[in-house]
């Protein structure tokens, strides 16, 4: 089992920033695949950014790529996402996900462990 905890959620005016944070437990962190998905009221739960395990890999959503970065501090057995020029379409719940196997990653379906989430909120 894996367990995750999601943190860093707010209240934002667009154009600010925010960073997200995820504490993994239950597993050797550097042997997880770990992704950040969203899900905003009303709507389904869809991709945002990925790490891969091992290995230095990591991929956006077109919606977010060259303002979210995706990070892992595998000593401390935690994701983060750093969420830079937030618009208020960015308003949603975050979810952390996290697996030991090959995903197709963008696919929330295929993750086995999730958070609880966090609230980020982007006023205008």
């Known amino acids: 089992q894996v367990q995750l905890i999601e943190s860093g959620g707010g209240l934002v005016q667009a154009g600010g920033s925010l960073r997200l944070s995820c504490a993994a437990s239950g597993r050797t962190f550097g042997n997880l695949h770990m992704g950040w998905f969203r899900q905003a009221p009303g709507k389904e739960r869809v991709f945002v950014a990925f790490s891969a395990r091992r290995e230095e890999l990591t991929y956006y959503s077109s919606s977010v790529k060259g303002r979210f970065t995706i990070s892992r501090d595998n000593a401390n057995n935690t994701l983060y996402l750093q969420m830079n020029n937030l618009k208020r379409e960015d308003t949603a719940v975050y979810y952390c996900?996290?697996?030991?196997?090959?995903?197709?990653?963008?696919?929330?379906?295929?993750?086995?462990?999730w958070g609880q989430g966090t609230q980020v909120t982007v006023s205008s």
């Open positions: 996900a996290a697996d030991q196997s090959y995903l197709r990653y963008t696919r929330p379906q295929e993750w086995d462990y």
